[in-house]
């Protein structure tokens, strides 16, 4: 992933005027960028693809864990119309957890998403990057040199959108590197992390207790009484 992402940066930011500039035969050189471009679209197409069949399994797990969580409440229902207050009360706390699960994988979902985005504009980039390198080898050919000055003025805009759109790739990174890191180095935090998690579970408890409170006050459904057999 980060030997692609150099390839990507490097390609994406390459200015196709300088490299004409420097080169001694540019030809040759445009020719070589245009096809280490192809062979990079290629390969970012394809994890395209696979992140987009990726995303459609994350969507749909994170709706199924959210049905499940929601299907908690009226199980607890169940229970309090039974006289069940420990069982009732077991189903909310399974709820509870089981909607953590469901926000977890929503978050998921969107930075799948937010990856998506970026490497569909990575991609534009780079067939724009494509196409000015093939109109420069066609121009070449023609030995035409009409209309240079708005071509690199046109080139270096485009160099510095891609050069901010790596950019916010590299934080991407930078994010996903801190998170490791942090995973990495949770004992050092257990302290606060242990304290955070029982304040929330006493919040949680709060709910639970006035959701129960609530079912208590509602009249529950009496059951029709069985017929006792003759």
């Given at each position: 992933?980060?030997?692609?992402?150099?390839?990507?940066?490097?390609?994406?930011?390459?200015?196709?005027?300088?490299l004409?500039?420097?080169s001694?035969?540019?030809?040759?050189?445009?020719?070589?960028l245009?096809?280490?471009i192809?062979?990079?679209?290629?390969?970012?197409?394809?994890?395209?693809?696979?992140?987009?069949?990726h995303?459609?399994?994350?969507?749909?797990?994170?709706?199924?864990?959210?049905?499940?969580?929601?299907?908690?409440?009226?199980?607890?229902?169940?229970?309090?119309?039974?006289?069940?207050?420990?069982?009732?009360?077991?189903?909310?706390?399974?709820?509870?957890?089981?909607?953590?699960?469901?926000?977890?994988?929503?978050?998921?979902?969107?930075?799948?998403?937010?990856?998506?985005?970026?490497?569909?504009?990575?991609?534009?980039?780079?067939?724009?990057?494509?196409?000015?390198?093939?109109?420069q080898?066609?121009?070449?050919?023609?030995?035409?040199?009409?209309?240079?000055?708005?071509?690199?003025?046109?080139a270096?805009?485009?160099?510095?959108?891609a050069?901010?759109?790596?950019?916010?790739?590299?934080?991407l990174?930078?994010?996903?590197?801190?998170?490791?890191e942090?995973?990495?180095?949770?004992?050092?935090?257990?302290?606060?992390?242990?304290?955070?998690?029982?304040?929330?579970?006493?919040?949680?408890?709060?709910?639970?207790?006035?959701?129960?409170?609530?079912?208590?006050?509602?009249?529950?459904?009496?059951?029709?009484?069985?017929?006792?057999?003759?």
């Open positions: 992933m980060i030997h692609i992402a150099v390839r990507v940066r490097d390609l994406a930011t390459s200015n196709i005027t300088t004409v500039n420097k001694s035969n540019p030809t040759r050189s445009l020719g070589l245009r096809s280490q192809e062979e990079t679209l290629i390969e970012l197409t394809g994890d395209l693809t696979k992140a987009k069949r995303l459609e399994r994350a969507e749909a797990h994170a709706a199924t864990l959210s049905n499940q969580a929601a299907e908690w409440t009226s199980k607890a229902k169940v229970a309090m119309d039974h006289g069940r207050e420990d069982l009732a009360r077991s189903a909310l706390i399974a709820r509870e957890a089981g909607e953590t699960k469901a926000e977890a994988a929503r978050k998921d979902v969107a930075e799948m998403e937010a990856n998506i985005e970026e490497l569909e504009g990575v991609i534009v980039q780079l067939e724009a990057k494509r196409k000015d390198a093939i109109d080898i066609a121009q070449r050919a023609a030995h035409s040199q009409s209309g240079q000055g708005g071509t690199a003025s046109a270096n805009d485009a160099d510095s959108k050069a901010r759109r790596m950019d916010r790739i590299d934080a990174e930078r994010r996903v590197a801190m998170r490791d942090a995973i990495d180095n949770k004992d050092e935090t257990q302290t606060e992390a242990d304290i955070e998690a029982e304040i929330a579970g006493l919040a949680r408890d709060s709910k639970i207790d006035a959701e129960l409170a609530a079912m208590k006050a509602s009249p529950a459904k009496k059951r029709a009484p069985s017929k006792k057999a003759k």
